[in-house]
């Protein structure tokens, strides 16, 4: 792997489009205590009774059609231009049909699979990388090539790794 | 209308999924301990490995044809077939999982089954990668036929229509028949009945006097006569049997009562999985029987609950207590298990005068249920099984693939 000289991932890292949703619900199954259930204790009804939702589910939230969806791990830099950094996880969704310009999974010749752009031509397709250092992937007319779409990329962001942030 | 749906090679399917270096190879997926051929793809068939192939036969074969071997990966496999009926239950509601790789399906209310079975057998192959046959018919019979017949190729037979029916039906040996064991075929092929036609066309009285029921219960399915429905709901089991062959001859006793402590325990999740409740208890063991001039013991011995119980601490009591003079001294043993029976839902039971219905401490089994489904199996549980990571009792499992969809650790590279 060759490092990357910082210039080109500043921006990644300075450019944010976070926006506050919602406090996140990661572990479902531990969050059975609703707030009606704590009228008798605090003596009043909850003013947010009647309002009472049920968090964000982020499996409901990055997936669409679970029994189509597996997990891959993200090895190596060729996409970092792209949003996808080494040790990140990705969702497969294999139901999804992928178009031009997909980020894509693509497998061949009984190849580990790999995460790529997929642009498809006129008689063929190609497979672009999202880093200047590595070169796109280009296949004959004909070749037989399995591809599928990519549509979650989860990170889990840890104190104390500098450039590498990997999620467990 | 039925169909069944089933995955080609389906262990061997899961493997290739994650391990594209497999696909389209001779691939050989072994037992539980690596005792023998469970599944194989029809590359490796070719080659001549038979299914219940013994492993150290195999081994003489493979360094002849040099094809690929995996140890059984049940946790994968399980997951795939989830996925699978998962996919399944949304195309047609009304359906019956069959084992581990078939469903049944209802296909009354389908308007156009072949377009239909088409699609499915697509999505399936699409979204799982597991490729898959679908047979349909008027009855499960039928529809197993079909589906035994496209495994020839076509991928999809509809056998709705009778003459096409017909005609399928002669090329369908009568071993090949749902229901018609080994034994049967060999004995219906000397009254010259050698095809699945032939066994529906054959006199009932005859089929009935010689075969009994069940053989003209499927006689009358061959007709066209359902008599066999859908099962929605898995009927509650008559037992539950976990044993499981040892990696090599144990000699020390104490593991041996470890592993059936183990398995008691392991049953005992089963049980209470299912909302079930047990009023006996029996433990097994085994000596090496492929090795004659060792001396050899295979004991059992069976414990009656005075109340039903699916309670750990109450199950592993019994089992010490049978396990008592059990085992022989200088005996090496390869094989161990515990089977419960007499299951009951805990409601349907009565006391008697001198005995609660159920016994055991059921806030204290959920809790511990709970933090295994959270933290993982073997989280949580009792010290009589040793708790080992790798005990002498363990399993072989040479050639095991990560766990890909169960596990993070074991999630699978995408190069970048």
Sequence with gaps: MVPISPPMIRPLINTTYALLLAPAVLDAPACFLRTSGMRAELGFPSPAEDHEEEGIDLNALLIRNAPATFLYRASGDSMLLAGIRDGDILAVDRSVMPRDRDLVLASWDGNAPCC???????????????????????FEAGAEVDVFSIVAVVR????????????R | MFALVDGNAFYCSCEQVFDSSLRGKPLV?????????????????????????PAHELRDLQAQHGFRMRSA???LYGDMSRRMVEILREAAPRMEVYSIDESFLDLTDVANRLTFA??????????????????????????????????????VIDLSDPTVRTEALESLAVGDIWGVGRRWSAKLECLGITNA????????????????????????????HSCIGLQEVEPDRQQIVVSRSFGERVEDHEAVAQAIFSFAERACQKLRARRLVCSALTITAESDRFRPNLPQHSPARTYQFTSATSDTTVVLNA?????????????????????????????????????????????LMA?????????????????????????VWGMRQSNLSPRYTTRVADIPTARC
């Design chain 1, 116 to 138: 790529k752009v997929l642009h498809v031509l006129d008689d063929h397709i190609e497979l672009h990388p999202a880093n200047p250092r590595h070169a796109p992937i280009v």
């Design chain 1, 156 to 167: 889990q962001v840890t104190r104390g790794v500098r450039t590498y942030v990997r999620a």
């Design chain 2, 29 to 53: 997926v072994l037992s539980n301990n690596d005792g023998c051929a469970i599944a194989r793809t029809d590359q490796a068939k070719a080659l001549g490995v038979k299914m219940g192939h």
């Design chain 2, 73 to 75: 990966n049940f946790a």
């Design chain 2, 118 to 155: 088409r699609d499915l057998r697509e999505r399936i192959t699409r979204w799982i990668g597991i490729p898959n046959c679908i047979g349909i018919g008027p009855t499960k019979t039928l529809a197993k036929a079909g589906n035994k017949l496209a495994k020839k190729g076509r991928g």
């Design chain 2, 197 to 224: 036609r032939q066994l529906r066309d054959a006199p009932s009285d005859l089929i009935l006097q010689r075969f009994g029921v069940v053989m003209h219960r499927t006689q009358r399915e061959l007709q066209g």
């Design chain 2, 319 to 363: 089992a010490r207590r049978l396990l008592n003079g059990f085992l022989k001294v200088g005996i090496a043993y390869k094989r161990a298990g515990v089977v419960m029976m007499d299951l009951a839902q805990p409601d349907a039971l009565q006391a008697d005068l001198f005995a609660q219905a159920t016994e055991g401490n059921s806030v």
């Design chain 2, 367 to 391: 809790t511990m249920d709970r933090i295994n489904a959270r933290f993982g199996r073997g989280a949580a549980g009792m010290g009589a099984t040793g708790w080992q990571p790798r005990p």
